[in-house]
């Protein structure tokens, strides 16, 4: 069975440019997560989808982040204009449900000079 | 509100010994529990999780947890580390019967193995 895949692995970008994160869930899981990772703490929760609609973005900064997950397979992370401090490590997840195991993929690393 | 607390940010141990790597959770109802492992540049994998049923939980790799409810603790354990098992882990709760499963993690611990 074919993990989490996530896209690209490493993104340099300077303050103020955009930046987009692809992710392909586990076949047949219908939640997907995004978690934002920063150095020395542990994931926090982005936004989380059900099927192809939004869960929960309560920790989603909505002035620059946006993501959707159209047809609920692919999602997109985007950051629009990037902060230093949005460097990060940007994992995905998926489940088959709610409260199942997540599995997660090897995330994207962006740094932002 | 949930949270969880990771005493010591970097554990080092010497091959053979115990790990024992520490967790405490704050939660209004008896939460679920999990420890993950993160490898460097991998994803996190899951070790073991708690969900109500027996306190003491095995996981892969000879890894175990006990929940102690009186000590709001899920402490991660093996009796005997290798080198393999360097890499950095990861405490995580969530709220049971919640629609969500969101898990609130804690900063982490560096597990350092020293041959």
């Known amino acids: 069975e074919a993990g989490v895949a996530q896209s690209p692995r490493y993104k340099i970008i300077e303050k103020r440019q955009s930046v987009a994160f692809w992710c392909n869930p586990i076949?047949?899981?219908?939640?997907l997560y995004w978690y934002q990772q920063i150095l020395g703490q542990g994931p926090k929760l982005l936004i989380q989808?059900?099927?192809?609609?939004?869960?929960?973005d309560s920790q989603l900064p909505k002035d620059r982040f946006s993501a959707e997950r159209l047809k609920g397979v692919d999602s997109t992370l985007k950051i629009q204009p990037a902060k230093l401090e949005d460097s990060a490590v940007y994992l995905c997840?998926?489940?088959?449900?709610?409260?199942?195991?997540?599995?997660f993929g090897p995330g994207t690393r962006l740094t932002v000079t | 509100a949930q949270s969880v607390t990771q005493l010591g940010s970097h554990v080092s141990v010497s091959e053979g010994a115990l790990v024992l790597l520490r967790c405490n959770y704050s939660?209004?109802?008896?939460?679920?529990l999990f420890w993950y492992v993160q490898y460097p540049n991998q994803g996190l994998q899951l070790l073991l999780k708690?969900?109500?049923?027996?306190?003491l939980v095995k996981g892969i790799n000879g890894f175990e947890a006990e929940f102690k409810k009186s000590e709001t603790s899920f402490h991660l354990t093996k009796p005997s580390a290798h080198m393999s098992d360097a890499a950095e882990y990861f405490c995580?709760?969530?709220?049971?019967?919640?629609?969500?499963?969101?898990?609130?993690f804690g900063k982490g611990t560096k597990l350092s193995v020293k041959p």
């Open positions: 939660s209004s109802v008896p939460p679920y």
């Open positions: 708690y969900t109500s049923a027996a306190t």
């Open positions: 995580a709760v969530s709220e049971p019967g919640g629609s969500q499963g969101n898990l609130i």
């Open positions: 989808f059900q099927n192809n609609g939004v869960v929960d």
């Open positions: 076949s047949g899981h219908a939640t």
């Open positions: 997840a998926s489940s088959f449900l709610p409260a199942y195991e997540q599995y």
